[in-house]
């Protein structure tokens, strides 16, 4: 059976682009997807900006107006489906047009302020996202969630989704590290997540640590996230109890060393699955 891989980004080249979550998204999905052994689906929100008919996005029927309640929060959401331009991988569309109906930026206005919502809408792609996985009628191995963004996921998958997924394994991936680790308690109360159960404190970076099954930091030379974990006495002190790695990574690198970094985290992924 190959292994089953669930892959949550915010952004996904080319339909999506800040940083280099995007590029690194399509490349190691890319790149899975060629192994035999595995089944990566992706799943991103839908902006507006994504044209349909360019990508070649199609409506999926047992995917449209989906009720989702989390928390106080209940919404109504599509899925579309595409593949990544010149590749076989599957990518999921979340449409929801109070969230995701935006014009240009994903995080931020023209302005250059952020988005006072954005921990908000991400969450709740998060939990929509694996809430469909009931709609798929599949199960991933694996759940794969990225930076700040969807940093929640594994918390909600312990409090909501125990019971369908209780043998499947939590990787988080962490491409930046900055002040949007910090979430307010009042959002936890609002999802109806336990803090105190969950032993969840403001800065969700070390929540997610905690509840992983593995981390793996791309120490890309523009975020210095090795000094930062140098710096930080709480984040070293959890990472001495918990399974992580850091690679050197950036966008710069030649592609076939790129492409070991890929495989390095594959063959990680096959083993704490078994």
Not at 47 to 59: G, K, T, V
């Amino acid at each position: 059976m190959p292994l089953k891989i669930y892959y949550l980004s915010t952004e996904i080249e080319p339909f999506s682009k800040t940083d280099s979550l995007s590029s690194f998204s399509k490349e190691f999905s890319t790149i899975i997807n060629n192994n035999k052994d595995c089944d990566i689906r992706l799943i991103q929100p839908k902006y507006n900006y994504i044209s349909d008919r360019r990508f070649i996005l199609r409506e999926v029927i047992r995917l449209k107006d989906l009720l989702m309640n989390f928390g106080d929060i209940s919404q109504m959401i599509n899925l579309r489906s595409g593949f990544i331009p010149g590749t076989k991988v599957q990518v999921y569309f979340m449409e929801h047009e109070k969230y995701f109906d935006v014009s240009e930026l994903i995080y931020k206005s023209k302005n250059g302020r952020l988005y006072n919502n954005n921990h908000e809408k991400f969450s709740f792609f998060s939990f929509a996202a694996l809430d469909t996985l009931k709609k798929l009628f599949w199960i991933p191995d694996i759940i794969i969630y990225n930076n700040w963004q969807t940093s929640l996921c594994p918390i909600i998958m312990d409090e909501m989704f125990s019971d369908i997924l209780s043998k499947t394994k939590k990787v988080f991936f962490v491409h930046s590290i900055n002040d949007l680790f910090n979430f307010n308690n009042n959002l936890f109360s609002r999802f109806n997540l336990d803090s105190k159960k969950n032993k969840l404190v403001t800065n969700n970076l070390i929540n997610s640590i905690k509840k992983s099954d593995i981390t793996f930091f791309m120490d890309d030379k523009n975020n210095k996230i090795s000094d930062f974990i140098k710096k930080d006495k709480n984040i070293k002190k959890i990472l001495n109890k918990k399974n992580h790695k850091i690679f050197s990574y950036n966008l710069e690198m030649n592609p076939s060393e790129r492409i070991d970094i890929y495989n390095n985290i594959l063959s990680d992924l096959k083993k704490i699955k078994k």
